[in-house]
C-alpha cells in the first residue's frame, strides 16, 4: 500500500498479463521481449489490410516503404521491414484500436484523459510480478510526476505522500537508493531530487541531506574525469549526468571533499577532468556511448549533451568537445521514415522512449550552433534540425495505447517509463528552446544552465491541434521551468559550509 493514497484519484489499474518489466534497473526499464517472429507478422491482429488507402492529409512519406533497399537479408532488416509493416496502418491512420478524433493531417489526437489516468494509476498498488520494479521506486514516482506536469496537472498535490515515499530512501552516507535499504545510486538520486523538485516546497528540499550527498558523489568521482554511477559501480555517461544534475540543482560546493579518491590523481572538482572524459564518449558513428569505446547510443547521447550543457554554455562546452558534423550525420540518421520515430543506435527500431533521449538532443545541439545567446529569442537560429512533423505522426499515431499510456510502438503494452519520455518528447516538438543572456541564478558556475526559456510552436506549423499542446520542460533537467528554478534559488540562499 502507498503511505496515502491519491485520494479521488484512484483507478482501478490496469496491467497487461504479458510483457511486464523484465529486470529492474533504467537501463533495462524499457526494454522489450524478445521479438516473437510468429507474433511480429504484420499480418496479424484487427488491423486494416496494409494495401488500405491513408486518411487524407497524410503524405506519401510517411505510407510508404523507403524507395531504396538493402538486397542483403538478415535477421535485423526483417524486423526492420515487420516494425515498419506494424506502424503503417497506425501512420495511415486506418487502424481500428485508434481513437477518434483525426485532424485535417490524418493525425489523431492526444487522448489527454486517458495519459492522466494511466499516470495517476502508475502510482497506486502492483501486483507481485512487478517486485522487478522494486529498486525504481523513484523512478516511478518521477515518471508520473513529470508525465502528468507535461499534461497540465499539478505535481504539488503529491507533495506529502512523495515525501514519505522517498524519506526511508535517503542513506544516512548520502544519497538515495532505488528503495528502502538499497544502497545509493546516482539514477534513483537524479529521479528522487527531481521528483522533490516538482512537488516543491520547503519540506520537500530540507529533505535532502546536501552534506551527505556532496560527499557520496565525491566518492563516485574517477581519476578519468567521469564519475560511477554507484560505489564499486560501473563508470558511464549516467553517473556524470546524474551527478552534475543533483550538484547544479542544489547548488553543492564543486570543490571535492577532502577525502574524495579522485584527489590523489590530481583533481580537485567535480568538473575536473569531465568535459574531456565526454569526448572520449563520441564514437567513429558520431554518437556518443556510455564510456569510452562502446557503442553509440542516444540515451547515453542525451546525457553527455545535457552534462555538457550544465557545464557551461553549449556553444563553447559542445562545440569544443564533440565533433559537430559527425554527431550532426549520426543524430539525423536516427529519424526513419515511413515511420517518424527516433531509433537510439544504429541498425536498430524506432522506439518511443527516443522521442526524448534522441528528441532532447536536437535542442541542445541547436543551441550549440545558435551561438551566443541575446536578450531575447536568437534573432537568427540554424532552426529545426530534425522532423517535428514526422516525430508528431509517430507519437500521436504510434505510441498512444487504447486505455491510456504511452508505448515503445504498436504491439508494446504502455509502461510509465514511455509514457513520460514520449510526452516529453512530444512537448520538444512543440516548442522552441533557447538560452538568454539572463540566468535565474545569480552565481557564474552553472549560470548558463539557467539561462533556459521556450516559446511555443504554433499547432499550425506542425500537424498537431491546439488541445494537444502539452507544456514545456527545462531541456536538462526534464521537469517545468519552474521547479529547477524554485530549487536552485532556494539552495542557493543557503550555502553550505563545508
Ligand atoms: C539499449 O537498450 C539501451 C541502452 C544501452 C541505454 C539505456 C539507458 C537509458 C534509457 C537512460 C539512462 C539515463 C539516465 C539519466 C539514468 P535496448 O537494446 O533494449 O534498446 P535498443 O534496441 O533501442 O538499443
Ligand atoms: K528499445
Ligand atoms: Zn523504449
Redesign the pocket.
Same mark, same amino acid.
Given at each position: 500500500m502507498p503511505p496515502i493514497a491519491a485520494t479521488g484519484h484512484r483507478r482501478k489499474v490496469r496491467f497487461p498479463t504479458t510483457n511486464l518489466p523484465a529486470k529492474s534497473s533504467? /537501463?533495462? /526499464?524499457?526494454?522489450?521481449r524478445p521479438v516473437n517472429r510468429a507474433t511480429s507478422s504484420p499480418s496479424i491482429g484487427k488491423m486494416a489490410s496494409p494495401s488500405q488507402d491513408p486518411r487524407p492529409g497524410v503524405p506519401a512519406l510517411f505510407t510508404q516503404p523507403p524507395p531504396l533497399r538493402d538486397p542483403l537479408v538478415t535477421e535485423t532488416i526483417d524486423l526492420q521491414d515487420a516494425t515498419r509493416e506494424k506502424c503503417l496502418p497506425f501512420l495511415k491512420g486506418i487502424h481500428s484500436s485508434q481513437k477518434e478524433p483525426f485532424n485535417a493531417c490524418g493525425v489523431p489526437t492526444l487522448q489527454r484523459d486517458d495519459h492522466v489516468g494511466y499516470l495517476y494509476d502508475s502510482l497506486e498498488d502492483y501486483p507481485a510480478g512487478f517486485v522487478a520494479m522494486d529498486s525504481s521506486r523513484p523512478w516511478m514516482v518521477y515518471w508520473a510526476l513529470a508525465g502528468l506536469s507535461l499534461l497540465g496537472e499539478d505535481a504539488t498535490r503529491f507533495r506529502e505522500r512523495v515525501i514519505v515515499t522517498l524519506r526511508p530512501m535517503q542513506n544516512p552516507t548520502g544519497g538515495f537508493g532505488g528503495g528502502h535499504g538499497q544502497i545509493s545510486h546516482? /539514477?534513483g538520486s537524479?529521479a528522487a531530487v527531481l521528483a522533490l523538485a516538482m512537488i516543491g516546497g520547503e519540506d520537500a528540499f530540507t529533505l535532502i541531506d546536501r552534506q551527505a550527498m556532496w560527499r557520496w558523489l565525491g566518492r563516485l568521482k574517477q581519476a578519468d574525469g567521469g564519475f560511477r554511477v554507484c560505489e564499486g559501480g560501473e563508470e558511464d555517461v549516467?553517473g556524470a549526468?546524474?551527478a552534475m544534475t543533483i550538484i547544479s540543482l542544489l547548488d553543492l560546493p564543486l570543490s571535492l571533499p577532502h577525502d574524495a579518491e579522485a584527489r590523489n590523481a590530481g583533481l580537485e572538482s567535480f568538473n575536473s577532468g569531465l568535459a574531456e572524459y565526454l569526448s572520449r564518449c563520441q564514437t567513429f558513428e558520431g554518437g556518443i556511448s556510455?564510456s569510452p569505446g562502446t557503442e553509440a547510443?542516444g /540515451?547515453?547521447a542525451?546525457?553527455a549533451l545535457a552534462c555538457l550543457s550544465i557545464l557551461g554554455p553549449p556553444e563553447e562546452t559542445i562545440i569544443r568537445h564533440m565533433n559537430i558534423p559527425l554527431l550532426l550525420s549520426w543524430l539525423s540518421a536516427r529519424q526513419y521514415a515511413p515511420e517518424g520515430g527516433l531509433?537510439?543506435?544504429t541498425n536498430?527500431?524506432v522506439?518511443g522512449?527516443?522521442s526524448h533521449?534522441v528528441g532532447g538532443c536536437w535542442p541542445l545541439l541547436q543551441s550549440a550552433l545558435d551561438g551566443r545567446p541575446q536578450t531575447g529569442a536568437p534573432e537568427t537560429s540554424v532552426g529545426s534540425l530534425f522532423s517535428r512533423e514526422g516525430l508528431t505522426r509517430y507519437i500521436l499515431g504510434c505510441c498512444q495505447s487504447h486505455h491510456g499510456g504511452l508505448r515503445d510502438k504498436p504491439g508494446k503494452h504502455a509502461d510509465s517509463y514511455h509514457t513520460c519520455y514520449v510526452l516529453t518528447g512530444l512537448s520538444a516538438t512543440q516548442h522552441h528552446h533557447y538560452r538568454t543572456n539572463s540566468s535565474v541564478s545569480s552565481s557564474k558556475t552553472f549560470s548558463s544552465a539557467f539561462s533556459w526559456r521556450s516559446s511555443p510552436i504554433r499547432a499550425e506549423d506542425n500537424v498537431f491541434e491546439k488541445n494537444d499542446r502539452l507544456s514545456p520542460v527545462h531541456p536538462l533537467y526534464v521537469i517545468p521551468h519552474r521547479a529547477v528554478e524554485n530549487m536552485r534559488l532556494w539552495s542557493e540562499a543557503r550555502p553550505l559550509r563545508v
Open positions: 533504467i /537501463a533495462t /526499464a524499457h526494454k522489450t546516482c /539514477a537524479y549516467r549526468y546524474c556510455g547510443h /540515451a547515453y542525451f546525457c531509433s537510439g543506435r536498430k527500431l522506439d522512449c527516443y533521449w
